[in-house]
């Protein structure tokens, strides 16, 4: 199974965050867990292509 690392945080009793890779795409969740849900969704949303304009984080090698 591959994974991908997220950023999340407890605001106000609701669990915030985003696929670290894509960070300008926030949601939210009731728990943790439906958190993580909704970023499973969001990820195949990117990996179909389903959404456009998507700015990505990565690392690039310089040495």
């Known amino acids: 199974m591959a994974k991908v690392k997220f950023v999340y945080w407890n605001q106000d009793g609701a669990w915030l965050g985003y696929l670290q890779a894509q960070p300008d795409f926030w949601t939210q969740g009731a728990t943790l867990e439906d958190l993580k ?16 304009g998507v700015r990505m984080v990565a690392e690039l090698d310089v040495g």
Do not use: E, P, T
Request: charge should be negative.
């Open 37 to 52: 849900d909704h970023l499973r969704d969001l990820h195949a949303d990117f990996a179909s292509g389903a959404v456009a």
